[in-house]
C-alpha cells in the first residue's frame, strides 16, 4: 500500500450494512468513528489509555477535525485505514492524520487530520501536556 507518510499504524475495516446509507456508500459519519476507534487503538498502543488520561487529569481533545471525502466504498469492501501522529508543538497541541485505503485497487478514499489540544479533564481547560504525554507522543511522531 502506499501510505502518505511511514510506519503507519493500521487496522482493517469493512462497511456493515447498519454502515450503508441511502446512497448505498458507507454513511461519512462512520469513517469518523473509525478514525476515533484508530486514535484511541495508536494511543493505547503507544501505552498511553483512557485510565492514563484519567490518572494524569490530561487528556487530547479534538479543537478540529477535518475529513476528504475522496471516492465511496460499499457494502463488504476491505479497507484498511491508517494513522500517525503528525506534528507537535510540544507543549500544547498535536496533530493526527488519517488514510483510508480500499484493498482491491490500493485507491486512498478518505484523508482526514484532527488538531488536538491538550486539556485538563477536571476543568475542560488548555493545559500543557504533561511530561509523559510529551514522552510517548512526540517519539511517535512521523518525521
Request: aromatic share 10%; hydrophobic share 40%; glycine share 6%.
Amino acid at each position: 500500500m502506499t501510505w502518505d507518510y511511514p510506519a503507519p499504524f493500521i487496522q482493517p475495516a469493512v462497511p456493515r450494512p447498519a454502515d450503508i446509507d441511502g446512497l448505498q456508500h458507507t454513511n461519512n459519519a462512520v469513517y469518523v468513528q473509525w478514525c476515533e476507534r484508530i486514535g484511541w487503538a495508536h494511543s493505547e498502543a503507544l501505552g498511553l489509555s483512557l485510565l492514563d488520561y484519567q490518572r494524569l487529569d490530561r487528556a487530547m481533545a479534538i479543537r478540529r477535525g477535518e475529513y476528504d471525502y475522496l471516492l465511496p466504498t460499499v457494502l463488504g469492501d476491505d479497507l484498511t485505514l491508517a494513522t500517525w501522529l503528525s506534528a507537535s508543538d510540544g507543549k500544547l497541541t498535536m496533530e493526527r492524520r488519517f488514510q483510508l485505503i480500499r484493498n482491491r485497487d490500493q485507491a486512498t478514499v478518505l484523508r482526514g487530520r484532527w488538531d488536538l489540544v491538550c486539556i485538563e479533564l477536571s476543568t475542560g481547560r488548555p493545559r500543557r501536556m504533561p511530561a509523559e504525554f510529551c514522552e510517548v507522543y512526540l517519539a511517535a511522531m512521523v518525521r
